[in-house]
């Protein structure tokens, strides 16, 4: 039974799909200081290569993890990526797909970067561009998001929209999925600088008061404000001024060694501002040129260097195309 | 000795002063909801005219104030009219011309309209103008924000710069005065609803707790957000979805009676969100068109008529011109 209706989908196959698909979904830089739990942008690398295969064997498997250490389920219901496309498969009723799924992770787990989103973005893209890109980017966003909540606890979209769509995204609602990309100016550049650190996702969060200032929260709204508005009209100095988190950053940077010193490096060396990527311990700044990015990411990797605390860093462009096909 | 003084002045008078200006100021809609502190738009009516014009008896007076009800106060050190323009005259050094000022209220008081910015940007835009317009109003925005604080007791231009260059301000920091116009969507009309109860400014101050939980300062900024990325993108879909304030509304609405009956009925009528001007009484209403702002205005009208509470309706697109000569 299994079996002749695996060759009635097949009968079905729409002629464009093909026998394999790779997607690249890149990391991500949530929060952006200034917009906690609604803004995030994506990067260029690193990311996440998630492979996905017809094969004859009715169901989803995932096959193949590299680049974990071992730390990954191999269990289709327990993993990121093959979660995600599961819930996909489920919504279209295409269960009964036989798909292999190869996970390579190119990305640092727990570092505040999105590679959970990234894993999860690239599950569900790749499972629908497999079966011909029936869903739009807009349409399976939920379903990778399904694939964040597994990893993360929370349905949030604020890593994986920028991971999925590109561009800086603000995240009105993360409940209604309200998310619209802003504009990025010419020539914004991102250090970011990921240190050999454990920070814990829940112990980041469970460190956050649960009441804030009405000061601190008015002045934050100032700064959110001023950083769309600098956004729109590619105004770096207002993104400077404006690039300041008055309520989470204070409370979680002592989670990460030398942040305020790697910070003033950055800041030093020109960048626009500098913050905790996500729930850290990834520090990322903005600067309004690639050279100036370079320069800030040496800056900042410097420090880290010089307390022989391992650090890898990135500098991107915001990345504007979100996950794609390789 | 003043009197040679006062015609070295004259002597120096700049060619394109005349000897008297008079300056139509607007009222404004602070706080927008999403903005407590931080944002405000300008109105077309109702607002208040200064006079200014030269004296032959040095010093700044007021000659003269209507529509105040002897509220207000004649001397020069007291009106935030007056005051303003003196604080401008002290920094140009002018402080030895012969100016007689007249007042004229044309707008309520108390009313969360920011009459006493309107007062102050009048004061201070029309001894500017009467001078020649030696200074931008981007350069007498402090003066008049100054007037303001004589009133209020806070130094914030979150009424004062909607009504000096009109459309809709972001106030990023009232202590930079860091300020920036958003683009207003083509049919954004405002209806704005004064009943005539009091409220005291410090008493909606004063009530306000000074904590925020977390989860609305993160619904708030993703409101706020959502607001800005709606202006821009005249998305009135996401203006309405972003039109809510969880933060200070919920605070504010038990010192206006029949707040939430009137909301609702703007909302029936089709506004895109409906919420407190200012420290209120006064209640605004976005909407996409005038004739749906007329209906918006009517609808909440009706809801103070029924109740034999007194009421002014303005309804008025987004002024962009703020004060200007007459």
């Known amino acids: 039974m299994v079996e002749a209706a695996h060759f009635a989908r097949t009968f079905h196959k729409p002629k464009q799909t093909m026998n394999s698909v790779s997607v690249f979904a890149p990391a ?3 929060n952006v200081a200034v917009g906690f739990d609604i803004l995030g942008f994506a990067l260029d690398r690193p990311g996440d290569e998630i492979v996905a295969r017809f094969s004859d064997k009715p169901g989803l498997r995932i096959t193949r993890i590299t680049g974990d250490g071992g730390k990954l389920s191999m269990d289709t219901q327990k993993n990121t990526a093959s979660f995600s ?3 996909l498969l489920e ?3 295409e269960n009964e797909w036989g798909i292999d799924m190869e996970i390579h992770k190119k990305m640092p787990f727990g570092s505040g970067l999105g590679s959970s989103a990234a894993s999860a973005v690239g599950g569900v893209m790749a499972v629908n561009e497999l079966l011909g890109g029936r869903l739009s980017k807009r349409e399976i966003l939920h379903f990778a998001v399904l694939g964040e909540q597994l990893a993360d606890g929370a349905y949030h979209a604020d890593n994986v929209a920028p991971s999925l769509f590109g561009g800086i995204v603000l995240i009105r609602s993360n409940r209604d999925l309200d998310v619209h990309n802003i504009p990025v100016p010419d020539g914004l550049y991102a250090s970011v600088l990921y240190p050999e650190v454990e920070v814990l996702t829940r112990d980041a969060r469970a460190i956050l008061k649960k009441e804030v200032p009405l000061s601190a929260t ?6 959110l404000a001023g950083f769309m508005v600098g956004l729109y009209n590619s105004d770096f100095g207002l993104l400077s001024r404006s690039l300041h988190d008055v309520i989470i950053e204070p409370q979680r940077a002592q989670l990460i060694p030398h942040f305020y010193a790697t910070k003033a490096a950055a ?3 020109g960048a626009l501002g500098c913050s905790i990527s996500g729930a850290g311990p990834s520090i990322f700044a903005l600067s309004s040129s690639r050279a100036i990015a370079e320069n800030v990411g040496i800056a900042m990797e410097k420090i880290y260097l010089e307390e022989n605390i391992n650090c890898q860093l990135f500098v991107s462009p915001i990345n504007q195309q979100g ?4």
Do not use: P
């Open 28 to 30: 991500s830089v949530a």
């Open 91 to 93: 919504h279209l009723g």
């Open 323 to 326: 996950a794609i096909r390789l």
């Open 218 to 223: 008015i002045e934050q709204c100032g700064n």
């Open 85 to 87: 496309a599961y819930k």
């Open 267 to 269: 800041l030093n060396a």
